[in-house]
């Protein structure tokens, strides 16, 4: 792999040079209009609170070999602060005219150890507080493993116990102020739970990521807000230790700052058997992909 060290804001025609063998040459039309491209590698360092990233990466296909490069990041705030050195991360790297940066970018918080040591979380909890540890995202069809948490009525809820039906999973707060996270996952689930209410299948299960603030009365009165079938849609809570514990299963990071709590974003489908049929780390997806989803894991 090559190492291309180049310092912003150049513009990439001149960070890439043919003659610095950086990239292979792409035809100036696809720079002009803007085109994007699949980005995988590992996070080396962070700067500017998480807006430049320097990543070595693997070759982008049709557009540059695997190389280290620093690129700006053009991204939510909360998954910029969510970045650290270490971070195994996917992305889209866009190329406009003579500007680039990465979007889009998902990390499940993927670390790479020292040699000779052990790996250093990149979300390390502040002293005191409880956060879930990467690394441990069960894969696309394996087995979830079991849990209980309470339910907004107080009743304790363990994943078996939905088994025989496929269950949608996301995690947010009560409290997140920003609109296009939570309050949009509530939403989409929200139109899922409509959707679902003339089918005979399906139960829905939102986890809090913010469990000492989110108590069961707390989560009750959300869920009522958002007009939830109790039968069929279960908002859970716990302690801060089981609540993490059923996060990093499903590759989910949250740490509490400035009294907020950032977290990286992840909707999921668990088939009848309890295995992960699907997951989504982007906001991308609609209540129809989910519907669709569910429908399949019946058949798995």
Same mark, same amino acid.
């Given at each position: 792999?090559? %190492? ?13 040079? #043919? ?7 792409? #035809?100036?039309? +696809? ?23 320097? =990543?070595?990466?693997?070759?982008? &296909?049709? !557009? ?8 700006? =990041? ?30 889009? $970018?998902? *990390?499940?918080?993927? =670390? ?9 979380? &990149? ?6 507080? $409880? +956060?879930?540890? &990467? ?14 948490? *309470? ?16 269950? +949608? ?8 102020? $920003? ?5 949009? *996952?509530? +939403? ?51 302690? #801060?230790?089981? =609540? ?9 990071? !949250? ?5 907020? %709590?950032?977290?990286?974003?992840? %909707? ?12 989504? !780390? ?19």
């Amino acid at each position: 792999m090559s %190492v291309c060290k180049v310092f912003l804001p150049l513009a990439l025609a001149a960070a890439l040079l #043919p003659a610095a063998a950086c990239r292979q040459r792409v #035809p100036a039309a +696809a720079a002009e209009a803007g085109k994007r491209f699949p980005l995988k590698g590992v996070i080396r360092e962070v700067e500017d609170g998480g807006k430049r990233v320097t =990543v070595e990466h693997e070759a982008v &296909p049709g !557009y540059m070999e695997g190389m280290t490069m620093p690129f700006p =990041v053009k991204d939510a705030r909360e998954v910029a602060a969510l970045l650290r050195p270490g971070d195994r991360i996917e992305a889209t790297l866009v190329v406009e005219k003579d500007k680039y940066w990465l979007e889009k $970018i998902l *990390t499940r918080g993927f =670390v790479t150890a020292p040699a000779g040591g052990s790996a250093a979380g &990149p979300d390390a909890p502040a002293k005191g507080e $409880i +956060a879930p540890r &990467p690394n441990l995202g069960v894969a696309v069809g394996d087995a979830v493993p079991d849990f209980a948490l *309470t339910d907004q009525s107080g009743q304790r809820v363990r994943l078996s116990d939905l088994a025989g039906e496929p269950v +949608a999973v996301a995690f947010l707060y009560t409290r997140c102020p $920003i609109a296009t996270a939570c309050p949009m *996952t509530t +939403a989409k689930f929200s139109q899922l739970d409509a959707m679902l209410a003339g089918k005979n299948f399906g139960r829905l299960v939102t986890v809090t990521v913010d469990p000492v603030n989110d108590t069961p009365r707390v989560l009750a009165d959300f869920a009522a807000k958002a007009g939830a079938q109790p039968k069929r849609w279960k908002f859970l809570t716990g302690s #801060p230790e089981a =609540v993490a514990r059923v996060a990093e299963s499903f590759g989910v990071l !949250y740490r509490t700052e400035r009294g907020q %709590v950032i977290h990286t974003q992840a %909707v999921a489908v668990v088939d009848p058997r309890g295995r992960l049929a699907t997951i989504y !780390y982007t906001d991308d997806w609609k209540p129809e992909h989910l519907l669709r989803d569910m429908q399949k894991a019946r058949g798995a």
